[in-house]
């Protein structure tokens, strides 16, 4: 078997060649952008630069990987960004609140009636007697607290303030809550405490509160707490407000015209996610009916995206325009513009205004950074890895951006792949070829030898 051996460093070879094929490095793509992190975090993302998507090459942004310092890809995923995002801040609000006499069930007297007047600022609620007499301070049992007008948004926690006091008290709040004043419904209790000790001070005075609507709250304030005067309650709880995240532009012009100023092309200079379009006249006093239509491809299919009126009507300041229209998000960068037959049309080629906003890339913190965002390649195509399984709200991930563009393999990775001679292909087919050619040639061999061994036992057993 000795003379087979060349024969297994080929097979072995053979084997491992279509990996050392399939790595992908930073050179097999034109342009790279080194990345910088906001902070240590186990997912990070960042908005696609726009120079990346000038030498994207594919419209599903497959030629597009991100690798860390040792020049291993790492996992990525592509999201769609968002038109607008969710601004969320906490609010704090003084409440008004009334004490309750002592009783000795704790609970709100019955000789007590409301006088409730409503003002521009609010709710007033003004706790008397039967007899209209306002109730006295004194040692109360308890506190009647407004919360005021209704709240967008979630409520959060009560701070509780106190006069100062030396006495210690620590106890247990009682917290209900009804609409009406009249139906009562338990909300939540918590500790109280004013400590002191070797002149250093501990108070817990926050009350967390469970996310539901709140308008009448009653506390009520155990005997362990009397020494505690209650003389405020901060309400805190979250608002959030949409905001729109406005989108990028890039205008192109004409690139070619024909059928007498009916027809206009234009291209765009790489997969741009399109969101809206807007066509701008460059003469005055101009109208027209037309059709604007995209296609992935210079010889289409074509697909229809709008078609309406045309124009820029006015002087100076007083002048209209055609408005911005919505498109369907798409990634086609040849556009046409037919406008239909007529004897004035449009006097100059118009150009397109082009609103898209730039895709996230969502990666994995995967070996040691600086990381690099690496773009443009027709050696590669996509990939799908394990992240793009994950749910968006299980991922918080940190920031990160573009620092620095720098050329990785230049014009060559953009090159069609069969303007070149496949070299890493043809020797793994060769090797490939050869492999089955020795495994063949072994089972043969091997065949003989048991074939020889067959004969010579059948020889003896004569003898």
């Known amino acids: 078997m000795n003379h087979l051996r060349p024969f297994w460093w080929l097979l072995v070879a053979s084997l491992l060649l279509p990996a050392a094929a399939s790595a992908v490095s930073p050179q097999d793509f034109s342009t790279g952008f080194h990345l910088e992190l906001d902070r240590e975090a186990t997912f990070?993302?960042?908005?696609?630069?726009?120079?990346?998507?000038?030498?994207?090459?594919?419209?599903?942004?497959?030629?597009?990987?991100?690798?860390?310092?040792?020049?291993?890809?790492?996992?990525?995923?592509?999201?769609p960004q968002p038109a607008v995002a969710v601004d969320t801040s906490t609010q704090h609000r003084t409440l008004t609140l009334f004490p309750l006499p002592a009783t000795s069930d704790g609970e709100l007297p019955g000789d007590l009636s409301l006088h409730i007047e409503r003002g521009a600022g609010g709710t007033i609620v003004d706790l008397r007697s039967r007899d209209d007499q306002p109730t006295k301070n004194g040692n109360p049992s308890g506190w009647l607290v407004d919360t005021g007008p209704a709240k967008t948004g979630r409520t959060k926690a009560l701070t509780l303030s106190w006069a100062p006091t030396n006495i210690d008290a620590i106890g247990e709040v009682r917290i209900d809550n009804s609409s009406d004043l009249t139906h009562w419904t338990p909300l939540t209790?918590?500790?109280?405490?004013?400590?002191?000790?070797?002149?250093?001070r501990l108070e817990q005075n926050r009350v967390v509160l469970p996310h539901q609507p709140l308008r009448y709250l009653r506390l009520t304030w155990p005997p362990a707490l009397a020494s505690l005067e209650l003389t405020s309650i901060d309400l805190s709880y979250e608002t959030t407000r949409q905001i729109s995240l406005p989108l990028q532009h890039y205008t192109a012009r004409a690139v070619t015209t024909a059928d007498n100023n009916r027809s206009y092309e234009f291209q765009l200079p790489g997969p741009l996610p399109i969101e809206e379009i807007r066509l701008l006249l460059p003469v005055s006093n101009t109208l027209a009916e037309c059709r604007l239509e995209s296609a992935e491809l210079p010889v289409g299919p074509w697909q229809s995206r709008w078609r309406g009126l045309v124009y820029r009507l006015g002087r100076g300041t007083s002048e209209i325009a055609s408005p911005t229209v919505a498109v369907s998000r798409n990634r086609h960068r040849n556009w046409?513009?037919?406008?239909?037959?007529?004897?004035?049309?449009?006097?100059?080629?118009?150009?397109?205004?082009?609103?898209?906003r730039p895709d996230r890339v969502l990666?994995?913190?995967?070996?040691?950074?600086?990381?690099?965002?690496?773009?443009?390649?027709?050696?590669?195509?996509?990939?799908?890895?394990?992240?793009?399984?994950?749910?968006?709200?299980?991922?918080?991930?940190?920031?990160?951006?573009?620092?620095?563009?720098?050329?990785?393999?230049?014009?060559?990775?953009?090159?069609?792949?069969?303007a070149t001679l496949p070299w890493k292909k043809i020797i793994l087919w060769v090797l490939l070829g050869g492999g089955v050619l020795l495994i063949s040639g072994l089972a043969v061999s091997l065949h003989r030898q048991m074939r020889s061994s067959e004969n010579g036992s059948d020889n003896r057993d004569a003898d």
């Open 44 to 79: 990070y993302e960042l908005d696609l630069p726009a120079a990346a998507y000038h030498v994207i090459t594919r419209s599903d942004l497959g030629d597009l990987r991100v690798f860390n310092a040792s020049a291993a890809v790492v996992p990525h995923q592509l999201r």
């Open 189 to 200: 209790t918590a500790a109280i405490a004013s400590l002191s000790f070797q002149g250093q």
């Open 336 to 356: 046409r513009l037919e406008c239909t037959p007529s004897e004035a049309g449009l006097q100059a080629p118009p150009s397109i205004d082009f609103g898209w």
């Open 363 to 418: 990666f994995l913190a995967q070996g040691e950074p600086p990381f690099l965002l690496a773009a443009g390649s027709q050696r590669v195509g996509p990939a799908r890895f394990p992240v793009d399984y994950l749910k968006h709200d299980q991922i918080t991930p940190g920031q990160a951006w573009s620092r620095q563009e720098l050329s990785l393999g230049g014009e060559q990775p953009l090159e069609p792949i069969n």
